[in-house]
């Protein structure tokens, strides 16, 4: 994995950070390189309240927040922010004001690759609205000041109409950091969990291989 200066993360809700991405974060992070998060909203609207429920509709943003920022510390992020914009709303934000505020935070943070998701390949509104912002926001830049962007696809069509991904990280060395990610996100992720933990116990060789590989399709302009 090549050293980055500086790398800049951007997803919509706690716990985007922790299926795909974690591994490489942590992996980032040990060859010495800062990550900074930033986190548009707390996933207040996120379906879930626990299992059994210890969340309300009420308590959820500041359990959301305090999920986050134990996920933050188990990858060993730096620098998170959280820019308090409302859940399953981002798809409804102005696309050029979403891209200006992406470029402010862009130009503060000076990163050498940025991580999002990739328009119209990531199901949900939030994650597609986020994604557009990012490329809008780094494809206003001159060619060669524009970070590298790399980006998490998962929709049915992905490799179909994109190809195969460009990168594919092994972070088998830092699973038990990417499961601690995870499992901090506990009110979303705890039946997910206890499945995970049972087809890992059963060496299920497509569990095996989706925690121990992480995708990434590099954003050509």
Same mark, same amino acid.
């Given at each position: 994995?090549?050293?980055?200066?500086?790398?800049?993360?951007?997803?919509?809700?706690?716990?985007?950070?922790?299926?795909?991405?974690?591994?490489?974060?942590?992996?980032?992070?040990?060859?010495?390189?800062?990550?900074?998060?930033?986190?548009?909203?707390?996933?207040?609207?996120?379906?879930?309240?626990?299992?059994?429920?210890?969340?309300?509709?009420?308590?959820?943003?500041?359990?959301?927040?305090?999920?986050?920022?134990?996920?933050?510390?188990?990858?060993?992020?730096?620098?998170?922010?959280?820019?308090?914009?409302?859940?399953?709303?981002?798809?409804?934000?102005?696309? %050029? #004001? /979403?891209?200006?505020?992406?470029?402010?935070? @862009? !130009?503060? =943070? &000076?990163?050498?690759?940025?991580? +999002?998701?990739?328009?119209?390949?990531?199901?949900?509104?939030?994650?597609?609205?986020?994604?557009?912002?990012?490329?809008?926001?780094?494809?206003?830049?001159?060619?060669?000041?524009?970070?590298?962007?790399?980006?998490?696809?998962?929709?049915?069509?992905?490799?179909?109409?994109?190809?195969?991904?460009?990168?594919?990280?092994?972070?088998?060395?830092?699973?038990?950091?990417?499961?601690?990610?995870?499992?901090?996100?506990?009110?979303?992720?705890?039946?997910?969990?206890?499945?995970?933990? %049972? #087809? /890992?116990?059963?060496?299920?060789?497509?569990? @095996? !291989?989706? =925690? &121990?590989?992480?995708?990434?399709? +590099?954003?050509?302009?």
């Amino acid at each position: 994995m090549e050293k980055e200066r500086q790398i800049l993360v951007i997803f919509p809700h706690p716990d985007d950070e922790a299926f795909g991405v974690s591994g490489t974060l942590a992996l980032h992070i040990q060859n010495g390189a800062p990550v900074t998060y930033a986190c548009l909203t707390l996933g207040e609207m996120g379906r879930n309240l626990g299992n059994p429920p210890f969340a309300t509709r009420e308590s959820l943003p500041q359990i959301r927040k305090l999920e986050l920022q134990n996920a933050a510390q188990s990858i060993g992020i730096q620098d998170l922010r959280m820019l308090g914009y409302r859940d399953k709303t981002v798809e409804f934000e102005d696309p %050029e #004001k /979403l891209a200006d505020h992406m470029g402010e935070i @862009i !130009a503060d =943070v &000076n990163p050498s690759l940025i991580i +999002t998701f990739y328009p119209g390949y990531s199901v949900h509104p939030d994650h597609d609205a986020t994604g557009a912002a990012v490329v809008k926001a780094v494809g206003r830049l001159a060619p060669e000041k524009r970070p590298n962007l790399h980006c998490v696809a998962f929709s049915k069509n992905t490799l179909d109409e994109l190809g195969a991904p460009d990168i594919v990280n092994d972070v088998t060395a830092v699973s038990d950091q990417k499961i601690a990610t995870i499992k901090a996100h506990a009110s979303q992720t705890q039946l997910m969990i206890q499945n995970m933990a %049972e #087809k /890992l116990k059963a060496n299920d060789p497509d569990m @095996i !291989a989706w =925690v &121990n590989n992480e995708r990434f399709w +590099t954003y050509k302009f």
